[in-house]
């Protein structure tokens, strides 16, 4: 695993925070909802690729 996808998943949930923050003060809670949601699917995006890596490794392991 490398440090820049930690630095990147930390960055995406920094903005998500942020925004849901100055969405939630303005009364858009409704935003603050979809906001979250797209936080979540970037970070399952990016987490996907080394998923797949891993289940690759497990397998090469046991042999399957």
């Known amino acids: 695993m490398d440090v ?3 630095l990147k998943v930390i960055g995406i949930g920094f903005i ?3 925004s849901a923050q100055i969405l ?3 009364g858009r809670d409704e935003q603050v909802t ?3 949601i797209a ?3 970037a970070v ?3 987490l996907v690729g080394e998923i797949s890596t ?3 490794t497990i397998g090469e392991l046991f042999g399957f």
Do not use: E
Request: glycine content about 10%; charged content about 5%; aromatic content about 10%.
């Open 39 to 41: 936080g979540i699917v």
């Open 4 to 6: 820049t996808l930690i």
């Open 44 to 46: 399952i995006a990016l």
């Open 24 to 26: 939630g003060k303005t």
């Open 54 to 56: 891993l289940f690759t």
């Open 34 to 36: 979809f906001v979250i």
């Open 16 to 18: 998500v925070a942020v």
